[in-house]
């Protein structure tokens, strides 16, 4: 075994920057977040010999977007996790400036990792391969080393492998950047992990009538829901529209009909996965009862995001919870994961005019409410939701410049899920039509105040905390 350089300042910077982490009021009671240092994406969700495991990008050593590891969670009921031994480190010739996304399989009863080993060089430009590594008996993981090189005709923006099994085979989808500086999609096969081929793009800029669509597509996954195949993916350059799109980088996904044997993937138009203003980079697997479960990063890789609060307690970003899909009409619906109702403690109801309505306790919280006049719910005065006339736009002030910004969310909302914590809102719109999901940050304790000459039913309680 070669001894690691990076552990021991990982185990100082995790001694000195937990305690800290955890007595910020803005440090989440029951989602995961980073014991110290960022985080982003949410790499490897699976569930494995009878526990869910979610690794993730983390840069233990500061809040930048450098020495990504895969930091590693296992939990038996999506509430309770627990730390594992850290997976993976940039410490090799091949992922040297990073241990990029990628997802976990069970191989014959061995947890494989597949990631992109990130390598950039000095005098600019960069590649990429894709990797394997295998569980041990310690619970780390060994690399087994890259199993495909950069593909002909790619920049080297090539990563984020999604692998699953489909008849025998396992198959591959890969973010790509095409020589034209077009985001793709691509699709691979193998019989074993290791020997990969190429069989083509099967979606991306330009593509299946997208017209130009950006100019890196990252974190694709794709997986079939009832009749449908959906394609999740996060194109970045995507031109922005009056009410859609409004992030740097947004999260979308495709349905449609996927051939594994033609490599082919009819689809329809691009939409967007979360209207609010930090979700990005979402992965999912399936549990053993046969739900199909998501969760992404809250966050945004843009310049507003070095603004966040919390990097003055040596942390930033977190999850989102873990959401239950479904499809209807095509269209994907996202509901908190049935798990997280055994947090509920603590019921309140009410009815009456906005104006009435009692002030909301945030810090932990499930709101359910119910309305179809004037209302706003103003999370203390950093976030403001209004909802006039069924429809829904949610108001935040730009930690950049103070200035106030907009999401807003495309149909007739006519109930709300909301899901509070500490420095976070889950706003499910229409039992899982839409989602806006948004981080803020409030002087604590966080409450929600209500106005408006609306009626409204709501029900609520507090989330006991689980982390
Ligand atoms: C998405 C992403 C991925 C990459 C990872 C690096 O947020 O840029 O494409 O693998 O983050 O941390």
Redesign the pocket.
């Known amino acids: 075994m070669t001894s690691s350089t990076l552990l021991p300042k990982i185990l100082l910077a995790v001694l000195k920057g937990q305690p800290k982490a955890l007595q910020d009021s803005h440090y989440p009671v029951w989602h995961l977040a980073p014991a110290t240092g960022l985080l982003?994406?949410p790499n490897g969700f699976i569930h494995f010999q009878g526990r869910f495991h979610l690794f993730y990008?983390w840069n233990p050593l500061g809040c930048q977007?450098n020495h990504?590891c895969w930091g590693h969670w296992s939990s038996a009921d999506l509430l309770h996790w627990q730390h594992e031994p850290i997976a993976l480190m940039p410490e090799e010739e091949y992922d040297r400036s990073?241990c990029?996304?990628g997802s976990a399989v069970d191989n014959q009863g061995e947890l494989t990792l597949c990631y992109?080993g990130n390598v950039k060089f000095a005098e600019g430009g960069r590649t990429a391969w894709q990797c394997l590594a295998v569980q041990n008996a310690e619970g780390g993981f060994d690399k087994s080393g890259p199993v495909i090189a950069l593909p002909e005709g790619y920049t080297g923006h090539v990563?984020?492998p999604k692998v699953w099994r489909h008849e025998n085979q396992w198959y591959m989808v890969l973010?790509a950047q095409d020589l034209a500086l077009r985001g793709k999609v691509l699709l691979l096969r193998s019989d074993d992990l290791h020997h990969w081929q190429l069989l083509g793009e099967i979606a991306g800029s330009g593509l299946g009538g997208l017209g130009e669509s950006g100019y890196m597509w990252?974190?694709p996954d794709l997986f079939t829901l009832g009749a449908e195949t959906f394609l999740i993916c996060?194109p970045q350059g995507v031109a922005r529209e009056a009410r859609r799109f409004l992030n740097t980088h947004p999260s979308a996904y495709l349905s449609g009909t996927f051939s594994p044997e033609q490599a082919t993937f009819e689809h329809g138009a691009l939409h967007e996965l979360d209207a609010g203003f930090e979700f990005?980079?979402p992965q999912t697997t399936l549990s053993s009862d046969g739900r199909r479960l998501l969760v992404g990063w809250m966050g945004v890789?843009d310049g507003e995001e070095m603004r966040q609060p919390t990097i003055a307690q040596g942390w930033i970003h977190q999850m989102t919870c873990v959401r239950e899909l479904s499809s209807r009409d095509g269209k994907l619906y996202q509901q908190p994961v049935r798990e997280l109702q055994a947090l509920r403690e603590d019921e309140h109801r009410f009815a009456g005019r906005g104006d009435d309505a009692p002030v909301i306790d945030a810090r932990s919280l499930e709101l359910w409410v119910e309305s179809e006049g004037e209302l706003t719910l103003n999370f203390g005065n950093t976030l403001i939701l209004h909802w006039h006339k069924n429809q829904l736009r949610l108001d935040r002030r730009s930690l950049e410049n103070g200035e106030w910004l907009s999401r807003y969310w495309e149909g007739e909302a006519r109930v709300l899920q909301i899901l509070c914590d500490s420095s976070s809102v889950e706003i499910f719109i229409n039992e899982g039509a839409g989602v806006m999901s948004s981080r803020y940050f409030p002087s604590h304790p966080a409450q929600i105040t209500v106005s408006g000459s609306g009626e409204l039913r709501a029900q609520y309680w507090s989330l006991r905390p689980c982390m």
Do not use: F, L, M, V
Request: net charge negative; with cysteine.
């Open positions: 982003n994406d990008q977007h990504k990073g990029y996304s992109t990563r984020d973010g990252e974190c996060c990005y980079a890789p």
